[in-house]
């Protein structure tokens, strides 16, 4: 185990400029219940109930990453924000009037299987993180109700955050070793890019049974945030991989020297 | 259709590591021995190689059947002058 902290102290110093605090940068007592639509609260009961899954990729993530102290120690970090995403829109659902059930909550700290290839496990993250950041900043500009937007707004902020490290993390795996992982990487990355008609999540994909009347996919401002997000999804892979990714017809151009044919298998 | 049936089973199965006789039409892709994602997305590249064809994105991974596949195949095939 390396316990070179390469990364962790430069991104925990940029971060911490920019956190922001639950109870003093978030007006509750503004709330205004009358403002608030049946989609606002459609979308953040399913993201309150998406945000929990944090508690399932964080086990994952120290398992995954055991000789990685110093991924491990951002993750940490990484785990305490996106939980307090969870409060944060759980708090602000329980001011309009809306309690979380126990049974909706309690199968999204399930846990699911762990990542085979680090890089590729950043990948997805990249992609997870741009994906919500789009779907809460365009979620922030259509609500009415101020509070919520004012939460938005700083989820929005965080998950962006998020992606950059993740793409950090992911491009240095690559160039420590990138025959081992650009393979790992270009799947993941088409796995999660190629179908844009779902807004397909780790959220939901790991959970197929959970709270499936709350399923990020079936939020019609997310699905419309999946092409919204992708050209900064490209952007990072390409900063990533340092191979020119403009779609999803790049990745398995970049992907096909590296598989070997069937017949050379064979 | 049989040709292109043929050849969606022989590169399945190189792919998978199993008989092309193990593979039925009506099999579910998912439920084959080895079919994970990353297996699935290099069956194919694969199939796109045989068949000279390029598969719609957003298909790759909804396509549940090995029927569905070759009728796919079939489909994109045909303008390129490839015999169904």
Known sequence: MSAELAQYPAIFDRHEHLRWNLNRDIPWNAVRPELVRDEDRFAIRTAALSEFTTLAASHNFLREFVDDVDFSCWVSVWFYEEVKHHYALRRWLERIGIALRGDEIAPRGRPYPVGADPAATCTMNVISELRAARWYSDLSHLTHEPVLAAILRNLAADEARHAVAFASFGKRYLERDRSAHLRPVLEMAYFWLADTTHFKHPADFFYPDAAVEYRIDKVPTALAALERANHKIFEYLTEMTDIPLHGCRDLKRALRPLVPAPEAQA | ?84
């Open chain 2, 1 to 84: 259709m049989e040709e292109v049936m043929a050849g969606v089973k022989s590169v399945l199965g190189r792919v998978l590591g199993i008989a092309p006789d193990q593979i039925a039409a009506e099999s579910a892709i998912r439920g084959l021995p080895n079919a994970d994602s990353a297996a699935i997305l290099e069956a194919a590249l694969a199939i796109e190689d045989r068949f000279a064809i390029e598969f719609p994105d957003e298909v790759v991974f909804r396509l549940e059947t090995v029927s569905e596949v070759a009728d796919v195949v079939a489909r994109l095939a045909v303008p390129a002058g490839i015999p169904a």
